[in-house]
Each structure stands twice: as C-alpha cells, then as structure tokens.
C-alpha cells in the first residue's frame, strides 16, 4: 500500500485548491473529499475521475459530482489539461490519448497515484467519466488500460475511434501496435461496466465536421454527421464485439454536459453496489 502523506492542509479536504501534477507541472487537478474523511481513520474512498470538455470547467464538474461523492464515500478528481499545450491555438491534443510525444493517460494515472498517496483509495481502479472532449479521451483511454478501470461513461464524443481493425488509428485501431506498441485487450475490456450518454437533441455539427482540420482524418464522418449517430454506432461497434454497453439519451437535452449527469451517477452508484 502507497504510504500516505501526512499531513493533510486545510485545502486539501471538501473541494480543494488546484494542484500541479507533479510528473509534469503542465497539467494540474482539484478535487472533492468528502467531509466524513478523517486523515487518520481506517475508512477506505472509492474514486472517481471526471474529465471536462474543450470549454474545461474541471472544476465546475467537480463541484457536480459533490452529492454523489458524500454519498458513496468517493473521492473526486477532476485534472485540467490546458489549452496551448503543443502550440498556442491547441484545444483538442488532450483527446487523442497521445499527441506530440505528449501521453496523456500517463499524465493522468501519475494524478492519479498523487491522489492514492494522500488519500485512503480503495482500489488501483478507479471510475471514469468525460463529455465532449473528456468523451473522446475516456473512450480511448479505455482501449489502453481498462485493467485500471470500475467503470467508464463515454459522454458525446464527436470523433469517435471504433473497434475497427482495418482502419488506422484514430479512425480504428488497426495500427495500434505500430503506433503505441500494444495490443487491444479486448477480454479486458468486456469485463468493464460501460456507459455511452448523451442528449437527444445533440446534433449540431459545426465542431465535428471541419475537413480541413490538420485533425480530420478520411472516415471519421462514415457513420454520420451528429453526435448521436456516431455515438450510436460506437455502441453497435462494441456489442458486436462483445462489449455490454448502457446506452443512455438524455430527453430534451442538446450538447450540454452537465445535463447528463444523472444517468451518470446512477450508472456509477450500481457499479460500486455490485463491488
């Protein structure tokens, strides 16, 4: 067991302050402990990690997720990653797992082990929810450490990476040992809890349909032009793989992520009753 640090500040109990990830300072995090936590208790936390959107309100998600947080004895980490990382204009290299030399799974399982060294986590894996672009990173963070994972919810992604052999990453993931020296581990995956959620009137597709993006790769429209039909074939691509998929619409609801979080608690709520 990770020895813990001792001893806790006054910011970093309830929802704390932002702090720097300490394998690269680039990137920071905040967090929601909740209130029965005792620095020198014997009670065990579950975690959550909730990833935000282009817009990264990380810590508006946090601050969401408080009541399901006293509520199930889980602590919350919400990470930002910045815009202007790879160059001032970027928005969008936190999406794609790996961008630049930059792998951002690693930077997130570094806060990760941050949180397991201040706090009592009772697990190694951890729960995992993102919208829009936190949608896009979940879902591919998923492909490559699903052993790390209780449960992911896959919030509207807009380019989505299907379980496609035959197409190159990040369309599919038919080059994914050439590119990142793994392998798919599909029986993993289907031993993982997944969600896909969205809004039943997510289907603007301004952001998600710019070809001349040096982003935008042949196929990535193959399944339609919204959200909702790409996200809808995401689904169908994993259970055609075996892969059990809750798939959640959101009456009423466009692309607004913090309208879907309900399905999103329960969703987590039934994970940790079944753990």
């Known amino acids: 067991m990770t020895q ?74 919400a990470p930002l990653f910045p815009g202007g990382i790879t160059e001032p204009s970027d928005l969008d290299s936190y999406k794609f797992i790996k961008f630049e030399g930059i792998h951002y799974d690693r930077i997130l399982l570094a806060m990760v082990e941050e949180m397991t060294a201040k706090y009592r986590i009772a697990s190694n894996r951890f729960l995992l929810h993102g919208f829009s672009g936190g949608g896009h990173f979940a879902h591919r963070f998923f492909y490559f450490h699903p052993d790390r994972l ?29 590119q990142f020296g793994v392998s798919l581990q599909l029986e993993q995956m289907r031993r993982v809890p997944v969600q896909m959620v969205i809004g039943s009137e997510d289907i603007d597709t301004w952001e998600i349909n710019v070809k001349d993006s040096p982003l935008w790769m042949e196929g990535l429209d193959a399944f339609g032009q919204t959200r909702l039909d790409r996200l809808r074939a995401l689904r169908d691509n994993y259970e055609r793989e075996g892969i059990s998929v809750r798939y959640d619409e959101v009456p009423q609801v466009a692309h607004e992520g913090f309208k879907i979080l309900e399905p999103v608690k329960e969703f987590f709520a039934n994970i940790l009753q079944d753990n």
């Open 150 to 178: 209780l449960g992911v919810s896959i919030g509207a992604p807009g380019i989505i990476t299907y379980l496609d052999t035959t197409k190159p990453w990040y369309v599919g993931v038919g080059d994914l040992e050439q």
């Open 4 to 77: 813990l640090q001792k001893k806790l500040s006054y910011y970093e109990y309830g929802a704390t302050t932002l702090y720097a990830c300490q394998y690269d300072q680039r990137f920071s995090y905040c967090a929601y402990v909740p209130k029965n936590y005792e620095e020198n208790g014997s009670t065990t936390y579950n975690l959550a990690v909730i990833v935000h959107g282009t817009d990264r309100p990380a810590q508006k998600y946090r601050d969401a997720f408080a009541d399901f947080a006293e509520a199930t004895n889980t602590i919350i980490l």
